[in-house]
C-alpha cells in the first residue's frame, strides 16, 4: 500500500480529474480558495499516471471520460492498493449508477450541478475518514507487539472478528458483537454459529461456517444477523436484525501435524447497515415523491402495470382517477410555494382518508395527484371516490393565518373500457379530468370517446403556435399609455400579442399564452414580440415620434433564460433604437422567483437605459425591501384596484398609499385598466402620472397609434 501520512487541513493533496477543462478548473478554484493543494488531470490515463507517482489523499472523479472511466481508475486503485479516498462528481444522476458507484469503492457521490457546499463537505469529511483511519492504523501497528496488544485491537475493531471450531461452535468472538448485536462474548462462545442467524437464513449458514480456504472462499457476501430481543442495550434494542458484509476463511492444520483437517473458521462481519440504509433512501427518492412522501408517477405506472396484469388474469375492472388541483399557483405566487407545499400535504392527507388501504394514491405531477382503485365494479365504485374527495375538501383549509377553501377537478377512466394500458388510461382520465374542469372546476368527469374532439383543441393550439408564427396568424397590437399632467398626450404604449387562427378564430391570450408557457414555445412567441415592437418603434422615429416607449411584458419563463438581457440588448441595436424607449413588464412573482439572478439581468438593462415596470403591482409579493434594492423605476397599479375606485374608501386608500410609497422611492406610476372619467380624475388628483385603459384607446394595430400620433401634432400645431 502506498504510504500516507497523518493529514492535517492545511496539507491535504487533492487529484481533480474531469475531461471537462472549464468544470477542472472550477473545481480546482474552489478547492484552493479553501487551502487545499490540488493538481489536475484531463482523463482518467493522466489520473492513473499521478496516483501511481505521488501521493493523495482524496480524487475527485469524474465518470463518464473518453480514455478511461471513472470505474476503470476506481478499479486500478483496488489492483494497485492505492491509499486515496475517491469522491465521484457526475452529472449522471440515476440511482443504478449511485449505488453501482459506492460499491466500487466510493467515498461519497455529488452529483453535478453541485452546491460549493455540499462539495466541500464531502471532502471535508472524506478527510475526516481518511485522518481517523490512518490514527487507527498506527494504533494497530503499535498493538501488534504484543498478544495482548492484538487482542484489544481485535476487540476495538469496528467489525465484528470470530472463530468457529470444526463443529461451528464460537472459540471466539470480539466485543463488538455486544454493541452491534446485543449478545456478550461470553454468552456466545461455546454456540453454535446459527444462534445469529435469522430463522430461514439457510444459504447463509455454509458461507459464516466458511470451509474453503482458497479464492473460492467467502468474500464480501451480504447477509443479515439476527439482534438479541429484549437485551438492556439501547443501541440494539430497536432493531431485531443487522446487515453485514462477511468474509471468512476456512483454516486447517499443517502438513508438520500429519494429515491436513479441517479445525475451524475464522471470520470477519462487518456493519453495513449504513450503507444499506443509504441505498434504500436512493431507491425511496427515486420511486417517492419527497414533498409528500407518496408514490411519484415512475411508481404510480409500475403500479398500475402490475394491476393490469392481475386483472387481465381474473377478468376484473380498474379504475384510475386524475387529480389536478385548482388554483395552486394562485397560492404559490400570492402566499409563496412554502404555503402551496403545506396545502400540497394537507390534500394528500384528505385524499388518502377517502380511499381504501389496497388503494394507491400518487403525486404524479406538480398539482396533479394519480388515485388507482385496483379492484371496481364499475365506474360507480369510482364515481363515489370522487365525491367522498369533493366532500372533504370542503372543509377549510389552515395555512398559517391563512384560511383557504381548496378544490380539485378529476378525470375518471375505467379498465377495461376506457383502455387497457397505462398510457392510454392516464391519457383518457387526463382528458375526463379536463373536461371536468371546463364545465365546472372541483368537480369530476367520466372519460368517454366524445370527449377526444375537446382535448384535441389542446394539442392544436400547441401545434398553431408553431405554425402560426411562420404563416403570419399572429399579430401585435398596441394600447395607449397618457399622460395625466398633459392633457392625455400619449407617451408610451404596451405591446399586446393577438392571434388569428385559420379554425379557431381569434384565441384570447388567456388560452394560448398558458399553452405557451407550458410547452417552452413563449421564448419562439417572445422573440417573435420583440421583433415586432422593435420595428414598430422604427417606423414611429422615422416619423419623428422619438419619445414613445415600448412596454413588453415578459413571463417568468423568458426572465429565466440566460440570455434573457441580451437578447433584448441586441433586438435594440440591430434596430438603432435606444434603451430609453424601451420598458420591461415583469410580475412580482418573476422577482421572487430567483431574486438574484432576476436583480443581476435587469441592472444589465438599466445600465442601458431600459425602463423596469413592476406589472400588476399589489397582486403578489409587495415588498418594500426589494423595491428599494432591485433596479425598478415604474409601478404599474393592477386594474383590480383600480375597478373598484369610488365604491369603498379602502380601495382608494391602498391606491394612494401605493402612489405615496412610489413617490417615496422616487419611481413613477402608471395606472391599468383606466375605464371611466371618475377613475381618470381620482388617479390624476393622488398623483398618478400616466394612465392606461379603454377611456383612452382599447388595444390598436400599429396604423392606427401612427395615426394618433399623427392627429396630436395638428392638434398641437
Not at 397505462?422 to 387526463?430: F, G, K, P
Not at 388628483?685 to 384607446?697: A, I, K, P, T, Y
Request: include cysteine; charged fraction near 25%.
Amino acid at each position: 500500500m502506498v504510504a500516507s501520512n497523518t493529514i492535517k487541513s492545511d496539507s491535504a493533496r487533492i487529484l481533480v480529474v474531469d475531461d471537462n477543462e472549464r468544470m477542472r478548473k472550477s473545481l480546482a478554484a474552489l478547492l484552493e480558495a479553501h487551502g487545499y493543494e490540488v493538481e489536475l488531470a484531463d482523463g482518467g490515463v493522466q489520473a492513473q499516471e499521478w496516483l501511481e507517482r505521488q501521493h493523495f489523499d482524496v480524487a475527485m472523479l469524474d465518470l463518464m471520460m473518453p480514455d478511461l472511466d471513472g470505474f476503470g481508475v476506481m478499479r486500478r486503485l483496488r489492483e494497485r492498493d492505492i491509499d486515496t479516498s475517491v469522491i465521484v462528481v457526475s452529472g449522471d444522476s440515476s440511482v443504478d449508477v449511485a449505488i453501482e458507484v459506492l460499491r466500487a469503492g466510493a467515498y461519497d457521490f455529488v452529483r453535478k450541478p453541485y452546491a460549493p457546499e455540499v462539495l466541500l463537505h464531502a471532502v471535508e469529511n472524506a478527510l475526516e475518514q481518511r485522518r481517523l483511519g490512518q490514527e487507527r492504523e498506527q494504533m494497530q501497528r503499535r498493538m501488534e507487539r504484543s498478544e495482548q496488544l492484538h487482542r484489544y485491537m481485535v476487540n476495538k475493531s469496528p467489525d465484528i472478528i470470530y472463530l468457529l471450531d470444526s463443529e461451528g461452535r464460537f472459540k471466539f468472538i470480539n466485543d463488538r458483537v455486544e454493541s452491534l448485536l446485543g449478545f456478550s462474548p461470553r454468552e456466545l462462545i461455546g454456540k453454535h454459529h446459527t444462534a445469529l442467524l435469522p430463522e430461514g437464513e439457510v444459504p447463509a449458514k455454509d458461507r459464516f461456517d466458511e470451509r474453503r480456504g482458497d479464492s473460492r472462499r467467502s468474500k464480501s457476501v451480504e447477509m443479515t444477523l439476527r439482534c438479541k430481543q429484549g437485551g438492556a442495550n439501547p443501541v440494539v434494542v430497536e432493531n431485531s436484525a443487522i446487515q453485514v458484509e462477511l468474509n471468512a476463511w476456512g483454516m486447517y492444520s499443517s502438513p508438520e501435524d500429519g494429515d491436513r483437517r479441517f479445525v475451524g473458521t475464522y471470520g470477519i462481519a462487518r456493519d453495513i447497515s449504513g450503507r444499506k440504509q443509504a441505498e434504500e433512501t436512493i431507491r425511496f427518492q427515486a420511486y417517492h415523491d419527497l414533498l409528500t412522501q407518496l408514490p411519484n408517477r415512475t411508481q404510480f405506472k409500475e403500479y398500475l402495470e402490475a394491476a393490469l396484469r392481475r386483472i387481465q388474469d381474473q377478468d376484473d375492472r380498474l379504475a384510475v382517477i386524475y387529480v389536478d388541483v385548482d388554483r395552486l399557483k394562485i397560492v404559490n405566487d400570492q402566499l409563496g410555494h412554502l404555503y402551496g407545499d403545506e396545502m400540497l400535504c394537507t390534500l394528500a392527507t384528505r385524499l388518502k382518508a377517502c380511499l381504501r388501504e389496497s388503494d394507491t394514491l400518487a403525486r404524479i405531477g406538480g398539482d396533479e395527484f394519480g388515485v388507482l382503485l385496483p379492484k371496481v365494479s364499475g365506474v360507480e365504485d369510482a364515481k363515489r371516490v370522487a365525491e367522498k374527495i369533493i366532500e372533504i375538501l370542503k372543509e377549510p383549509v389552515r395555512l398559517g393565518e391563512h384560511e383557504l377553501f381548496a378544490s380539485v377537478s378529476m378525470g375518471i377512466a375505467i379498465c377495461p373500457e376506457h383502455g387497457l394500458t397505462v398510457d392510454a388510461l392516464l391519457t383518457h382520465a387526463d382528458i375526463a379530468m379536463y373536461h371536468g374542469r371546463d364545465l365546472a372546476r372541483g368537480s369530476y368527469g367520466i372519460y368517454s370517446t366524445d370527449m377526444d374532439g375537446e382535448f384535441s383543441r389542446h394539442l392544436a393550439i400547441e401545434r398553431g403556435i408553431r405554425t402560426g408564427l411562420d404563416s403570419g396568424q399572429f399579430s401585435l397590437c398596441f394600447q395607449p399609455q397618457v399622460s395625466s399632467e398633459h392633457g392625455n398626450r400619449l407617451i408610451g404604449v404596451e405591446a399586446l400579442v393577438r392571434w388569428n387562427h385559420p379554425e379557431f378564430g381569434n384565441v384570447p391570450p388567456s388560452e394560448f399564452v398558458p399553452v405557451a408557457e407550458e410547452s417552452g414555445l413563449i421564448i419562439m412567441l417572445g422573440d417573435w414580440v420583440l421583433e415586432q415592437a422593435c420595428l414598430a418603434m422604427v417606423e414611429w422615429r422615422e416619423l419623428g415620434f422619438n419619445q414613445v416607449r415600448m412596454a413588453i411584458n415578459f413571463s417568468s419563463i423568458q426572465v429565466a433564460q440566460s440570455d434573457f438581457a441580451e437578447k433584448i440588448l441586441i433586438a435594440l441595436n440591430r434596430h438603432n433604437l435606444p434603451g430609453e424607449m424601451f420598458e420591461v413588464e415583469i410580475t412580482e412573482n418573476v422577482l421572487m422567483s430567483d431574486m438574484d439572478s432576476v436583480s443581476e439581468k435587469l441592472g444589465v438593462l438599466v445600465k442601458e437605459g431600459v425602463t423596469v415596470a413592476i406589472d400588476d403591482f399589489g397582486t403578489g409579493y409587495s415588498s418594500l425591501s426589494y423595491l428599494h434594492s432591485l433596479p425598478i423605476q415604474r409601478i404599474k397599479i393592477d386594474r383590480a384596484f383600480v375597478r373598484v375606485i369610488g365604491e369603498t374608501e379602502t380601495e382608494s386608500s391602498i391606491i394612494n398609499a401605493i402612489v405615496s410609497m412610489a413617490s417615496g422611492l422616487g419611481m413613477e406610476v402608471i395606472a391599468e385598466g383606466v375605464e371611466t372619467d371618475i377613475q381618470r380624475s381620482y388617479l390624476a388628483q393622488v398623483g398618478c402620472e400616466e394612465l392606461q385603459g379603454f377611456l383612452f384607446s382599447k388595444p390598436v394595430p400599429s396604423a392606427e397609434v401612427t395615426e394618433i400620433l399623427l392627429n396630436s401634432v395638428k392638434k398641437r400645431a
